[in-house]
């Protein structure tokens, strides 16, 4: 019999990763599987299948239920099948009298406390307890119901996902499991002995307030009722289910939409998902109420300017309306007059449309898209040095890593699913080294190996890059073979001067990063003389005045420990939104056509020329903070932004409300009246992931298919709309699906020459490079050369420290660092439009409790918080997890004015702003700030030209 | 922290001769800022650079000052 590999099955315990294979019989039936297979395992491979309660393929077999028992020929007993290893030459009885007599006994006692309720039950027609009955033929509990039971036990609804009715419990510890090995947070344990045992979150706390994370691996892993979804609970069981990729970050989780016809029912992480493998975390597992939300705008408006109430037009009108406005602004005041903006938040095709929008009807390279404020430094330096802007691995690699190094990331809050895997390998033994001003929960978590914290002072990040890479080459832990054969020597001998002096030595820069000399030399040891080490980094690395440098110091590490272009190893960024790799790919900046072709390179030009039927120009355009200033000056008069909010996300916010408020037209098309939106003409509705089809590209470089699983609620796809946009310019575009997008991408983009529709269907996702010479993809890059120069060879690149401007002093003593935090995603626009307010409904200022005595400062204390660039207001919470001096909050909801005290500070290379480092002093204060009160003003104003009088939600929103 | 955006051109052209100081002698470093700029910063931004080498009260990095002055000759080559 053939084995195929069924997503949809459960196989009961884990697959084995051997090579060498193993026959054995079940059922009188030749199997050969591999070594290490349960017998559970191999007889499900087979299609025999077992019945089974405690066991599921993604933990580690338990054995408690005992339901699964099997005889096997010479053994003594009745052994469990998912406990029991195959054995060559071994022959299995799985279905005999004995133990289909065993088996319902079983049965008979898990029923006999259990409610007889099936056919009221949310999880009737669903619930492998009801399915396990049946299979073993329980007819009747002759133990009665009268005895001691648990048919009262109070339900736990503090979670305003999911219910915990213990009632239904049969303490087979698949959730508990769950949380600890899918997991890795242990919220949950099993609580008592024999008859009083019972499942308890933190110390017998409800849900809500244990250190639950609600990813649902608990709900997924329940084989009852017990851990249920509140919407299955509320609208019954789904009916059909399409399989799409999440929008949330760059993780690219792929879920299966269970629908009750068009009515999303629940987000079901796809265990054949190749980035996620089944898991999910709270934002892309619950979080998508905000699709069906009240607030979502549902028809096209217009305006003659931001002081007038909006008017619901026809499409047609909007469109018509846009597009003049467009031609008349060029008209008077030239053809880079005006640009746009591509979202990190839409598809490959919708971004790819909008920048050949831009290029090609508006006529300049006036694109910019929010990777500008966020991994804009990740394009510039692992170009330099690697020769392609993209991380070198997939995210099951760092299951190969004996050393990690995190800098500048928190992947347990903003890349959850991964950070699941990172703590999944840290247990199993990798050792770990922060490098992150905050204790972040990484930290804390239970491994073999040991974990080491280099607190460093923002800002400072090439200074300990460095320091480590001095430790490497000074101590002579360089791979001086990989060094020789892939990199270029010029570039390494002058990077190796430059990175021996004394002045990068830890005792050198201890006095900068406030990290003591030893630590740093023995994490620089750690790393260097681990078999497989990794550097994953996030937005503490790039959102710097070094961000660019420090990505090459990155770099620079990677190789000369020789720790690129394999399993275990490499640099990876962590993107932050779904599609911030895709957005970068598509050609979204302004100097870059798709595939990072450079607009002065004209053999490239000429073939997008060719094409695209229009000359393009061969000068880079203006990027985000550039159109600002124009603004300001008079000379951008109009912008068209689809699916970004950079009212509330770009720093500086009064700046950028100012030069918001000089444009003549502003087209914004977004599914909310975002901040952005209240400075807008146009406003087109947009459509969720939910309501369109398409491509995500994720932070492995993994191309997944988007698929609509309902109607966009205004009735277009966002793909569309720029394709109307376009039309009405003049431009003819025409596409009758985004796989026709798609191929002319492949067409232009010689990363992309091999991706289609056709092969995402038949692949399940493609990771680029993909094309002849990588027909299958590229799972791990650089495993034999570097897109880089004629000979392939990677550059070191020379990392200079040059401190930030922005530094505290006596007036503003503290250093602010932004961040995210786990129930809320970038903007909050969605998320705050969810449950997951439950968790964060306000954005805190996080400060030390040395910072806070000195200031007589409480936790719940209100305090105004003045940088260079403004003052906001927000309240406090004291923090062990701080380090002196440094002071931390979150940019999820717009009324707290987080980046109206970001300064304007930015990245040398790339211009993307310094959010990390703000220096500011902070003090109680009674009220809000001015910018706080005129923002809610004009937020209550807008809302009511939206919709004719100020609504609820409108007077709620903080 | 600058204020106007003749300020922060100058402000960013320094920054990058900074940052690449090691890049090699003064004419070393001129020759990465003039490369960095002509592929990275728009027609808009050139300008204006070579407006403020020409008439602004801004200071330049000696190597800055050196690329400012071989972009703004391109420029008024290409007028």
């Given amino acids: 019999m053939l084995q195929h590999f069924d997503p949809n099955k459960d196989y009961g315990t884990p697959a084995s990763l051997s090579e060498k294979l193993v026959t054995l019989e079940i059922d009188g039936v030749e199997v050969t599987v591999p070594e290490g297979t349960s017998v559970m395992r191999a007889a499900a491979m087979y299609d025999i299948n077992i019945p089974k309660l405690c066991a599921t393929d993604n933990l580690e077999a338990f054995g408690s239920c005992r339901i699964c028992a099997v005889q096997i020929e010479g053994r003594r007993g009745t052994p469990a099948s998912c406990t029991t290893p195959v054995d060559a030459g071994m022959k299995v009885t799985t279905q005999n009298d004995k133990l289909a007599k065993l088996r319902r006994n079983i049965m008979e006692l898990y029923i006999s406390d259990h409610p007889l309720d099936c056919l009221t039950c949310p999880a009737n027609g669903d619930c492998e307890l009801q399915n396990m009955a049946g299979a073993v033929g329980l007819r009747e509990v002759r133990y009665g119901f009268e005895g001691n039971n648990h048919l009262h036990a109070e339900k736990d609804q503090s979670n305003p996902y999911f219910t915990f009715d213990a009632s239904k419990c049969i303490v087979c510890s698949r959730c508990v499991r769950a949380c600890s090995e899918v997991q890795g947070t242990f919220a949950l344990t099993i609580d008592g002995r024999g008859f009083d045992s019972k499942v308890a979150a933190g110390q017998n706390e409800q849900f809500l307030d244990s250190e639950c994370v609600s990813c649902g691996a608990c709900v997924q892993a329940c084989p009852t009722a017990t851990l249920m979804e509140n919407s299955v609970i509320d609208m019954g069981t789904p009916e059909h289910s399409v399989t799409t990729t999440c929008a949330y970050c760059g993780v690219g989780c792929s879920f299966k939409a269970e629908m009750k016809g068009d009515q999303l029912v629940r987000m079901v992480p796809a265990k054949d998902g190749d980035a996620n493998h089944g898991h999910s975390c709270v934002k892309g597992r619950f979080a998508f109420g905000y699709a069906t939300h009240k607030d979502r705008i549902k028809a096209p408006m217009i305006r003659d300017s931001i002081d007038q109430p909006w008017k619901e037009v026809s499409w047609e009108e909007a469109i018509g309306f846009a597009a003049k406005r467009l031609k008349d602004i060029q008209a008077q005041y030239g053809r880079e007059s005006i640009g746009g903006i591509t979202s990190s938040r839409c598809t490959n095709e919708e971004t790819y449309l909008v920048q050949k929008l831009i290029r090609a009807a508006f006529g300049n390279n006036n694109t910019d898209t929010c990777a500008r404020v966020c991994h804009s430094p990740t394009g510039y330096g692992l170009k330099q040095t690697l020769g392609e802007s993209a991380g070198t691995q997939t995210f099951d690699s760092v299951m190969f890593s004996d050393c990690i190094l995190v800098i500048g990331a928190n992947p347990t809050d903003a890349h959850p699913v991964f950070g699941s895997l990172m703590r999944r390998r840290l247990r199993e033994g990798a050792s770990l080294i922060v490098t992150d001003p905050r204790e972040i929960d990484l930290l804390s978590t239970p491994h073999l190996g040991d974990a080491t914290h280099l607190p460093l002072r923002p800002g400072t990040n090439v200074a300990m890059v460095n320091a480590l890479a001095h430790v490497v080459v000074t101590e002579g832990y360089e791979d001086k073979e990989f060094i020789a054969s892939r990199c270029d020597t010029k570039a390494y001998s002058k990077w190796r001067e430059f990175i021996i002096d004394e002045r990068h030595a830890p005792e050198a820069v201890e006095a900068i990063t406030g990290v003591s000399a030893e630590k740093v030399r023995a994490a620089a040891r750690k790393f260097a003389t681990a078999k497989n080490a990794s550097i994953y980094y996030g937005l503490g690395v790039t959102e710097h005045s070094q961000g660019s440098t420090t990505v090459m110091g990155i770099a620079n590490l990677a190789l000369a420990t020789g720790n690129i272009g394999r399993e275990g190893v490499g640099v990876n960024p962590l993107r932050g939104q779904n599609n911030v790799q895709g957005s970068c790919d598509m050609g979204s900046f302004p100097h870059e056509l798709p595939g990072y072709q450079h607009v002065a390179d004209s053999v490239a030009r000429a073939r997008f020329e060719k094409a695209w039927g229009v000359e393009l120009d061969d000068e880079p355009g203006l990027r985000i903070p550039n159109m600002f200033d124009a603004a300001l000056a008079g000379e951008f008069r109009a912008m068209y932004v689809q699916g970004e909010d950079i009212a509330q996300s770009d720093p500086n916010t009064q700046h950028v409300e100012a030069a918001l408020s000089a444009l003549d037209c502003l087209i914004v098309q977004d599914i909310f009246l975002n901040e952005t939106a209240k400075y807008a003409h146009v406003l087109l509705p947009g459509s969720t992931f939910l309501e369109k089809n398409g491509t995500f590209t994720n932070a492995e470089r993994r191309i997944n298919r988007v698929r609509k699983v309902m109607a966009p609620v205004a009735g277009k796809e966002d793909w569309e709309v720029t394709v109307d946009l376009a039309n009405a310019l003049g431009y003819p575009m025409s596409y009758s699906h985004p796989s026709e997008i798609m191929d002319e991408i492949a067409s232009l983009t010689p990363s992309f020459a091999n991706v289609s529709y056709e092969r995402l269907e038949e692949h399940g996702s493609l990771q680029w490079p993909c094309n002849d010479a990588f027909p299958m993809g590229s799972p791990i890059m650089h495993t034999e050369s570097f897109p880089i120069g004629d000979e392939g060879k990677a550059k070191f690149a020379v990392t200079e420290f040059v401190p930030t401007t922005e530094r505290a002093n006596s007036r503003f003593p503290l250093l602010l660092t932004t961040g995210r935090i786990l129930s809320q995603y970038n903007v909050g626009a969605q998320t705050r439009r969810t449950d997951n307010q439950a968790w964060h409904d306000e954005d805190i200022l996080e400060l030390h409790p040395h910072d806070a005595e000195e200031r007589g400062i409480k936790t719940g204390d209100w305090l105004g918080i003045t940088s260079r660039a403004g003052h906001t207001v927000l309240r406090a919470r004291v923090a062990e997890r701080m380090q002196p001096g440094v002071v931390y909050t979150t940019f999820h909801h717009p009324g707290s004015g987080a980046n109206v005290i970001t300064t304007n500070n930015s990245d040398w290379a790339t211009n993307c702003p310094e959010y990390k480092v703000t220096a500011v002093q902070v003090e109680k204060v009674s009220q809000p700030s001015q910018w706080q009160k005129n923002f809610q003003d004009n937020h209550e104003r807008q809302y009511e030209f939206l919709r004719g009088s100020a609504s609820s939600e409108a007077k709620a929103i903080k | ?79």
């Fill in chain 2, 1 to 79: 922290m600058f204020h106007t955006e003749e300020e922060s051109i100058v402000t960013m052209i320094n920054h990058i001769a900074q940052n690449n100081v090691s890049a090699g002698t003064e004419s070393d470093v001129a020759d990465m800022v003039e490369s960095h700029i002509t592929k990275f910063w728009s027609r808009r931004m050139k300008k204006i650079l070579a407006e403020q080498l020409a008439t602004g009260t801004e200071e330049f990095e000696p190597a800055a000052k050196v690329a400012a002055q071989r972009i703004s000759d391109k420029l008024a080559e290409k007028a």
